[in-house]
């Protein structure tokens, strides 16, 4: 008799629990929620996207509504639509008890702005993505203009490295490794602002320092960037110490192993 009590009362605490259970989750469904906890996580100094635009976004395209309920919000969705943002790397999304839930984003890093011959401007992320954006909150990046007449909207120049057709075509992967190599090395990050595309397709670093251009040719491959970029710092440490910044009009490193320089005309 007493085996079938014990059982009667796991039984009965079995359903008990699991009613509490159902009126549990139907009340938290039901919850309104709160507005969400927006985590951004930013690589370096120049944001692209801020918790405040980012709420006025989620708000303006009504993929949550306050005090919506917790049934209701589609997390999923949400974190879908965050992820097409041109700004957004990675993101996660998600609810906790008691109406409250999260964004947490990642956002690209910016490495360059690029100017195209159009007018039109873009910003050029770590991965070789570009960003079609009207500003940042801050821009201390290397600026690329000149003969740009490719199409850059939403381009990406991994894709272009690893396509053969279009490496002969395009400049954006050169664009790329140039700004990818300067904003890594923090000398050449402090020395070079600017980079001009000449028509015949050859790059012209302008230095933040001196009235002298440096004439960096192409930037076909990695191994190339390295080592002109290499014997640009050598002759940086080693050579303008004792000739100066005002001696030469035009240091070349088109040369492979060498750097011609071209002395300042003496009336100038």
């Given at each position: ?173 050169e664009i790329y490794r140039i700004s ?26 302008i230095p933040l320092v001196g009235d ?57």
């Amino acid at each position: 008799m007493k085996k079938w009590i014990k059982i009667t009362l796991l039984i009965s605490l079995g359903l008990l629990v699991s009613v509490l259970w159902v009126i549990a989750r139907n009340v938290e469904q039901r919850r309104p929620m709160n507005s969400p906890n927006i985590l951004v996580h930013v690589d370096g100094a120049d944001a692209l996207l801020n918790k405040t635009e980012l709420y006025d976004r989620i708000l303006k395209e009504h993929w949550f509504i306050p005090n919506q309920s917790s049934e209701s919000l589609d997390v999923r969705k949400i974190e879908q639509e965050i992820l097409k943002l041109e700004e957004v790397n990675k993101v996660r999304v998600y609810k906790n008890l008691g109406g409250n839930w999260k964004i947490e984003v990642w956002l690209r890093k910016p490495i360059a702005r690029i100017f195209a011959k159009n007018g039109k401007s873009y910003y050029l992320d770590s991965e070789g993505v570009t960003i079609t954006k009207s500003h940042l909150h801050t821009a201390n990046l290397l600026l690329f203009s000149g003969e740009i007449t490719e199409p850059l909207f939403r381009q990406d120049a991994i894709k272009i490295i690893n396509n053969d057709s279009l490496k002969n075509i395009r400049k954006l992967d050169e664009i790329y490794r140039i700004s990818n190599y300067v904003c890594n090395d923090p000398m050449l990050c402090a020395l070079i602002g600017q980079v001009y595309l000449e028509r015949d397709g050859d790059f012209v670093l302008i230095p933040l320092v001196g009235d002298y251009k440096i004439v960096f040719g192409t930037a076909y491959s990695e191994e190339q960037v390295k080592d002109k970029f290499t014997r640009l710092k050598i002759f940086y440490k080693e050579g303008l110490p004792y000739e100066g910044w005002n001696k030469y009009s035009e240091i070349n490193l088109m040369y492979d192993g060498q750097i011609v320089c071209r002395k300042r005309n003496k009336i100038e």
